[in-house]
């Protein structure tokens, strides 16, 4: 099935454009109305270069102000092998629609909402025949049903036209449009973002990494940089002030050696204030409660880490170089 692009801002078709797999743009004056723009030809001039094949309205009062309106968009450099002139079904747009055929160029009967019209335009040779889903099922139609049969017919009399599949309100559209078989589908920049997301995939993709991440990256690579020890003689409240300082959770105390005492965490320190209550602050966190502290060398992987963290049930542990305090590694910072 052919994706079209259904816009006019050119930055959505900037960014359409380097996808690699629409097909083309459908535009409407509504959109260019909408997006304020005022040089229609240079516009679609612009917008011809960014797409492989671009669909534009040639309107007219009759067949004859049709034709000549397509004729003019062609003088105007636009290729007709790579342009499709959309005209809204009726009589006289049928008839320009057999003119144009007849000179090579690429059609699309649109505005189309019942079967009747389809068939018209089936018979005119239009290259694509575009019923309106969204419109119709706010209508109350059974829009789905439409396209069943404009799609058996072109399969059932062998015509060459596509159905197009527009007024596309979101991505259930383009699952029915698959299901029925539709050759082609136009839809917004905001449906076409939608498609490819799911939750179970970013659930997957998040955990493939973050496995990915484990296995790859060192545990000196992770750990925050933040000056993360504070000597043993110090007060709580300068512990308190050093943790905020970092934006670390918890804090390794060491002696004059820069061997580890103890971690300091923000956890002890709402438990000793409950406790003990404001006067905690200026003792000393030699007078601490010792508390074995958990460390890991700064070249093992961030699994090992992981591993250790559920082992010893703590939510720091403290990154070594030579066995001398570095740095601190949170459970946060196992994830990317």
Not at 84 to 95: C, D, N, T
Request: hydrophobic share 40%; with cysteine; net charge negative.
């Amino acid at each position: 099935m052919e994706f079209y692009l259904d816009s006019a801002n050119l930055n959505e078709i900037k960014e359409a454009s380097e996808l690699g797999f629409i097909t083309g743009l459908t535009t409407t004056p509504t959109f260019m109305h909408r997006d304020g723009i005022k040089d229609i030809d240079g516009t679609i001039l612009q917008l011809s270069k960014l797409m492989p094949v671009i669909q534009v309205e040639a309107l007219g009062n009759n067949a004859d102000e049709i034709e000549k309106e397509a004729d003019r968009l062609v003088a105007l450099g636009l290729d007709p092998k790579k342009t499709v002139f959309k005209i809204p079904i009726s009589l006289e747009g049928a008839k320009a629609c057999k003119r144009l055929v007849s000179k090579g160029y690429l059609v699309n009967l649109h505005l189309v909402y019942t079967l009747q019209q389809a068939y018209v335009a089936l018979s005119a040779g239009a290259s694509y025949v575009c019923p309106l889903a969204g419109r119709l099922q706010d209508q109350g139609h059974d829009a789905l049903s439409l396209f069943e049969q404009c799609v058996d017919a072109v399969d059932r009399y062998g015509y060459d036209s596509k159905i197009m599949f527009s007024s596309v309100r979101h991505p259930e559209h383009i699952r029915n449009a698959l299901n029925i078989g539709v050759h082609t589908c136009t839809m917004p920049w905001k449906v076409i973002k939608m498609l490819p997301n799911n939750n179970f995939t970013t659930l997957g993709t998040n955990q493939f990494v973050e496995h990915t991440r484990l296995m790859t990256v060192t545990v000196g690579q992770a750990m925050r940089k933040a000056d993360a020890t504070i000597l043993q003689d110090r007060l709580v409240k300068d512990a308190l002030i050093e943790m905020t300082k970092s934006k670390l959770g918890a804090i390794t105390v060491v002696g004059e050696n820069e061997d580890i005492q103890c971690v300091f965490t923000d956890g002890d320190l709402r438990r000793m204030l409950e406790n003990e209550g404001e006067k905690v602050l200026n003792k000393q966190l030699l007078e601490m409660p010792s508390k074995l502290s958990v460390s890991i060398e700064a070249d093992a992987l961030l699994y090992d880490a992981s591993e250790l963290i559920k082992r010893k049930k703590v939510d720091n542990i403290v990154v070594t170089q030579n066995g001398k305090p570095i740095g601190m590694l949170d459970v946060q910072d196992l994830i990317a």
